[in-house]
T-cell receptor, first 113, second 115 residues
Framework: DAKTTQPNSMESNEEEPVHLPCNHSTISGTDYIHWYRQLPSQGPEYVIHGLTSNVNNRMASLAIAEDRKSSTLILHRATLRDAAVYYC??????????????FGKGTLLTVNP | DTGVSQNPRHKITKRGQNVTFRCDPISEHNRLYWYRQTLGQGPEFLTYFQNEAQLEKSRLLSDRFSAERPKGSFSTLEIQRTEQGDSAMYLC?????????????FGPGTRLLVL
C-alpha cells in the first residue's frame, strides 16, 4: 500500500473544529483513504473512509483533494473523548489477497478543556 | 454484536515461558487479523486468516510464533520461549467485506510483559 505522511502531533481546544491533514502523493487510482483512531489503552477503531468524493458520518468528515494527493479528517466539535492517535491509511482495492492494514505513527491529537 | 474480545487482557511471564492468547471475532466475520504494537508505534501486521486458512504471515512472525483458527471461529496466538523483545500489545481484529472498503474491528488487545 502507498505511503502516507501525517504531522506527529496537533492540539485543539474543546468544542472547536479540528482539521487533521494527511499527504499521500503516491496514491493510485484504486486506493481508498481510510482513517482509524486509537484512544489511550484501546485498540484502533474505524473512523471513516473515501475514494474520491468527500464523506460524512456521525463521527467525522473526510475532505479529499481534487488530485487525491492529500486529504483532511475533520472533527466538527472536538471533545475530550476525541483525544487519540489518528491514523491515515491507504487501502488498494486491487491488492489481491493483501488485506492487512499498514499503520504509520499517526497524529497524536491533544484536546484542551 | 458484542465486538471483538481478547483474553487475557494482561499477561506477565518470565523469559523462556510459553504464552497463548485468544481472540473471539465478531461472529459473522470471515477474516481475522493479528497485529503487534510496541510503545509509541502504530500496530504492525503479524498474520491473517480467511475462515480457517492462514493466508499471510509477516516476517515479524518468527518460528516461535504460531497462530491457529480452527473451524474459522476463534483464534489463538502462541509464543514459545518468550523473549523480552516480545513485550508488546497484541491486537486482534476481524472484518467482512470487499478489500478497499473493508472495515477492521479491533479488540482491546492483550498486553504482554516478559520479565
Amino acid at each position: 500500500d502507498a505511503k502516507t505522511t501525517q504531522p506527529n502531533s496537533m492540539e485543539s481546544n474543546e468544542e472547536e473544529p479540528v482539521h487533521l491533514p494527511c499527504n499521500h502523493s503516491t496514491i493510485s487510482g484504486t486506493d481508498y483513504i481510510h482513517w482509524y483512531r486509537q484512544l489511550p489503552s484501546q485498540g484502533p477503531e474505524y473512523v471513516i473512509h473515501g475514494l474520491t468524493s468527500n464523506v460524512n458520518n456521525r463521527m467525522a468528515s473526510l475532505a479529499i483533494a481534487e488530485d487525491r494527493k492529500s486529504s483532511t479528517l475533520i472533527l466538527h466539535r472536538a471533545t475530550l473523548r476525541d483525544a487519540a492517535v489518528y491514523y491515515c491509511i491507504l487501502r488498494d482495492e486491487s491488492g489481491g489477497s493483501n488485506y492487512k492494514l499498514t499503520f504509520g505513527k499517526g497524529t497524536l491529537l491533544t484536546v484542551n478543556p | 454484536d458484542t465486538g471483538v474480545s481478547q483474553n487475557p487482557r494482561h499477561k506477565i511471564t518470565k523469559r523462556g515461558q510459553n504464552v497463548t492468547f485468544r481472540c473471539d471475532p465478531i461472529s459473522e466475520h470471515n477474516r481475522l487479523y493479528w497485529y503487534r504494537q510496541t510503545l509509541g508505534q502504530g500496530p504492525e501486521f503479524l498474520t491473517y486468516f480467511q475462515n480457517e486458512a492462514q493466508l499471510e504471515k509477516s516476517r515479524l512472525l518468527s518460528d516461535r510464533f504460531s497462530a491457529e483458527r480452527p473451524k474459522g471461529s476463534f483464534s489463538t496466538l502462541e509464543i514459545q520461549r518468550t523473549e523480552q523483545g516480545d513485550s508488546a500489545m497484541y491486537l486482534c481484529a476481524s472484518s467482512l467485506g470487499p478489500r478497499g472498503e473493508e472495515t477492521q474491528y479491533f479488540g482491546p488487545g492483550t498486553r504482554l510483559l516478559v520479565l
